[in-house]
C-alpha cells in the first residue's frame, strides 16, 4: 500500500492549508479502513491529529477541535485535512495514515497497525 501526502508548505499564523492523501488501494478496502493525520516534530512524539472511521466518526486532538477537518473521498481514495487559522505550534511533519486491517474503527490501533506515507512538512510562522 502507497500513500503520497499532498499539500504541505509554509503559512502565517492565521492562515489555511490542505493537505491530501492519494491511496493506492482498492476502493473497497479503502472504504472499510479506519485513516487518519498524525503530527510530528523533533520534540514530540507522532500524535493522532485527527481520526476518521469508516462510519464517518471523528476524532480531533484537543488543540485542533474546530480548525481542522478531515474529510475523505471514497471513489478517489483520497484523505483529506483541512486546516484553517493555523498556528505556530502547528508546525511540524504530518503523516497520512491507513490502517492495515480492522473493519474501521480506530480504537486501539497502535503506531505498527497503520500503513504511513512518507510525510509533509508543515511550517507556521508568526
Known amino acids: 500500500v502507497l500513500l503520497e501526502e499532498s499539500g504541505g508548505g509554509s503559512v502565517q499564523a492565521g492562515g489555511s492549508l490542505r493537505l491530501a492523501c492519494a491511496a493506492s488501494i482498492t476502493r473497497l478496502v479503502y472504504s472499510r479502513r479506519c485513516m487518519g493525520w498524525f503530527r510530528q516534530t523533533p520534540e514530540m512524539e507522532r500524535e493522532a491529529v485527527a481520526l476518521l472511521e469508516s462510519d464517518g466518526g471523528t476524532t480531533y486532538v484537543d488543540s485542533v477541535k474546530g480548525r481542522f477537518t478531515i474529510s475523505k473521498d471514497n471513489d478517489r481514495k483520497i484523505l483529506s485535512l483541512q486546516m484553517d487559522s493555523l498556528k505556530p505550534e502547528d508546525t511540524a511533519m504530518y503523516y497520512c495514515?491507513?490502517?492495515?486491517?480492522?473493519?474501521?474503527?480506530?480504537?486501539?490501533?497502535?503506531?505498527?497497525?497503520?500503513?504511513w506515507g512518507q510525510g509533509t512538512q508543515v511550517t507556521v510562522s508568526e
Open positions: 495514515a491507513l490502517a492495515r486491517y480492522g473493519e474501521g474503527s480506530c480504537r486501539g490501533l497502535e503506531r505498527e497497525d497503520y500503513y
